[in-house]
């Protein structure tokens, strides 16, 4: 569980080593965050192997999930801890062509270059909302 409840609102589902969390910041449509479950856990490399292949299974259904919920062109993944040192890993779908979803448009600004640097800004509590219920459902027929 992630120590600061303002991110709970932001849990698509929960698995018995990993969190998927909705990233607030949704300059990149579908972008979800894997948490790992067990306190204290900081480098990948040190995951056992349950963790390992749970992080594997949990991080396909969230990407394929992701695909058919918003059909981005490929993803990025990050594993970095400079901010925030518990392990996580970004799923980060990246888009060719903008998308409109929940009466918003959505532009990757980056395409061809990395992700980052971004413009942060404010979403709507109504768009996260939706996004994050559209991967859960999607997560969930899997």
Do not use: C
């Not at 910041?25 to 894997?34: C, E, F, H, M, P």
């Not at 395409?111 to 994050?132: C, H, M």
């Amino acid at each position: 569980m992630i120590d600061n409840p303002k991110y709970e609102k932001f849990l698509i589902k929960d698995f018995e080593h990993w969190r998927v969390y909705l990233h607030e910041q949704q300059n990149y449509l579908g972008r979800v965050y894997l948490w790992a479950n067990r306190e204290k856990t900081i480098d990948l490399f040190d995951l056992t192997k349950k963790e390992m292949e749970e992080y594997f299974a949990v991080g396909k259904l969230t990407r394929d999930a992701i695909k058919e919920a918003f059909n981005p062109d490929l993803f990025n993944y990050a594993t970095l801890g400079n901010i925030t040192t518990h392990l996580h890993t970004h799923v980060i779908p990246r888009y060719k062509f903008g998308r409109l979803f929940a009466g918003k448009s959505f532009e990757d600004r980056n395409w061809g270059r990395n992700y980052a640097p971004y413009d942060k800004k404010d979403f709507d509590e109504r768009v996260l909302t939706e996004i994050k219920l559209t991967i859960r459902d999607r997560l969930e027929k899997q």
